[in-house]
């Protein structure tokens, strides 16, 4: 799908052009931090499927300072990820999820069950079954920093107020 929305730009009119890859962007109004954190608070919140599938995440405040460089940074053109600098798998997800909201370890989800979920909420169980390990290789060497690069605390700000 990226390839697709990458080829569907190129041929706009633009002397600088930067394409963001984004992850899942964490924010406390956001329909997948509600859902995960739903699941967590209800006892839910174990692995996804093997969980081990990557999750490549970044805090909503990331984002939009990321936004702000890409608009602003003349020397940042092309593709760039847009996503946290350490991608998680699944299973830690969950975990700092738990951790964050006080939570026991919980059960985990089969993928049939994924499946079955994803049709009632009219989703593709890709979303949750598959991953990808993106790190933000082209920030990093333009060198930007990252307010809130790690997992927990980022929750924690998130679904606490507390960082």
């Known amino acids: 799908m990226a390839r697709a929305w990458e080829e ?9 052009q ?3 890859r984004i992850g899942i962007a964490l924010d406390r109004d956001t ?6 954190a739903g699941l967590a608070r209800w006892g839910l919140g174990g692995r996804v499927g093997s969980g081990r599938q990557w999750v490549s995440w ?3 405040d990331d ?16 593709v760039v990820h ?8 699944n299973a830690d997800l ?10 026991p370890p919980a059960p985990p989800t089969p993928v049939p069950l994924v499946r079955l979920g994803a049709m009632l909420l009219r989703t593709d169980p890709a979303l949750a079954l598959t991953g990808r390990r993106c790190v ?28």
């Open 8 to 16: 569907a730009a190129a041929g706009a009119p633009a002397g600088r």
């Open 18 to 20: 930067v394409v963001l």
């Open 31 to 36: 329909p997948a931090l509600h859902r995960l």
């Open 58 to 60: 970044l805090h909503i």
């Open 63 to 78: 984002l939009l300072a990321i936004v702000h460089r890409a608009v602003a940074d003349p020397a940042l053109s092309g």
């Open 82 to 89: 847009a996503t946290g600098p350490h991608p998680v798998r």
């Open 94 to 103: 969950m975990a700092g999820l738990r951790r964050v909201l006080h939570r």
């Open 136 to 163: 933000p290789a082209r920030l990093r060497d333009a060198g930007f920093t990252f307010a809130r690069p790690d997992l927990v605390p980022a929750l924690e700000d998130l679904l606490t107020g507390r960082a």
